[in-house]
């Protein structure tokens, strides 16, 4: 949760000459003329670099950046990802890495229930989060909860990350797994997107085999589109409400979690190779290596960074993108 190179080794032979009495015509010669110079090497490109590792947290899974408040939210599952045991919490983070509150929002304190926070979205003074079945909303600025949506009624499995579109709704993944009682991964299905619309009303926005259980979603304002990458599988996809079916725009390692669109470059993470990288055009280019389950990315508009929650590291580290 591998990308094989295949080199081709070129033999280069020579045959013994014989003394010949004159030169060949220039136009023969295999020598090149000595004006010629060898091209020059293409620079590899700028690297990212890790700036700060905020430790202390208990299986962050999401990082959002507020730039109204200039804060970082970090969602803390804290226990299984799927028990509805109100133990999850929100902290808030400075860009320079001090927790300003480990637990802005508690569940199981003052009136917040909260059991196992994944994905995050602001809209406005909103802050929205995926809680298993549930979509709940908090005031941004004060942690008091605001709103509810509930979608068990609709079979909900695993809310898993949330994406605002430009008319407010808000679009849901559902990856449609769950956990038996050694930890193995189960997947009951069905793979969905839900709506949630401003008027709090919930619908099936898209639902299928085609999403590959799906994980990270995002807006991407230039496409007209949401980009919606696959846990279960290896695409990332593009996906407009109305859509039959989503379309592959690029294939990566899969085990795709957070993503998020920087620059007109789509950035994925992924916990089959410990990567974040870039998708343009379809082709990957390796970003940031090295990081085991990095889980929900967010991103400092402000600063140009990235932030990664390191699932299973209890951490989350910020890079500064060239």
């Not at 015509?25 to 010629?36: G, T």
């Not at 979690?257 to 470059?265: L, S, T």
């Amino acid at each position: 949760m591998r990308t094989t190179i295949l080199c081709t080794a070129l033999a280069v032979c020579g045959a013994a000459c014989k003394p010949v009495d004159k030169a060949p015509p220039a136009s023969q010669s295999p020598l090149p003329p000595a004006s010629a110079a060898p091209l020059p090497a293409t620079p590899p490109p700028p690297a990212a670099t890790k700036v700060a590792v905020v430790a202390g947290f208990l299986t962050p899974e999401s990082v959002l950046y507020d730039s109204a408040q200039d804060i970082y939210f970090v969602s803390n599952i804290n226990g299984s990802p799927t028990a509805k045991d109100n133990n999850g919490f929100i902290s808030r983070v400075r860009p320079d890495g001090a927790v300003e509150n480990l637990k802005f929002i508690e569940g199981g304190h003052n009136g917040v229930t909260l059991n196992a926070p994944k994905g995050m979205a602001l809209r406005g003074d909103t802050l929205w989060l995926a809680d298993i079945d549930a979509v709940r909303a908090f005031n941004a600025k004060t942690g008091a909860p605001v709103a509810l949506a509930d979608l068990s009624g609709l079979g909900a499995v695993f809310l898993n990350d949330i994406a605002v579109a430009q008319n407010g709704a808000l679009y849901i993944t559902d990856t449609g797994i769950k956990f038996d009682d050694v930890g193995n991964v189960l997947h009951p299905g069905p793979d969905r997107i839900f709506r949630v619309g401003p008027d709090m009303a919930v619908t099936v926005a898209a639902r299928g085999d085609t999403l590959g259980r799906p994980n990270g979603i995002t807006l991407d304002v230039a496409g007209k589109r949401f980009i919606v990458v696959e846990f279960g599988g290896k695409a990332v996809l593009a996906w407009k409400p109305g859509d039959k079916a989503p379309s592959v725009i690029a294939r990566g390692p899969g085990g795709f979690d957070g993503v998020e669109i920087v620059g007109g470059k789509i950035l994925v993470s992924s916990w089959n190779d410990s990567t974040v990288s870039s998708y343009e055009t379809g082709q990957e280019v390796k970003l940031i290596t090295g990081v085991p389950s990095p889980a929900d990315i967010g991103y400092d508009a402000k600063r140009n960074r990235l932030l990664i929650p390191v699932f299973t590291g209890n951490r989350v580290e910020i890079w500064q993108l060239p």
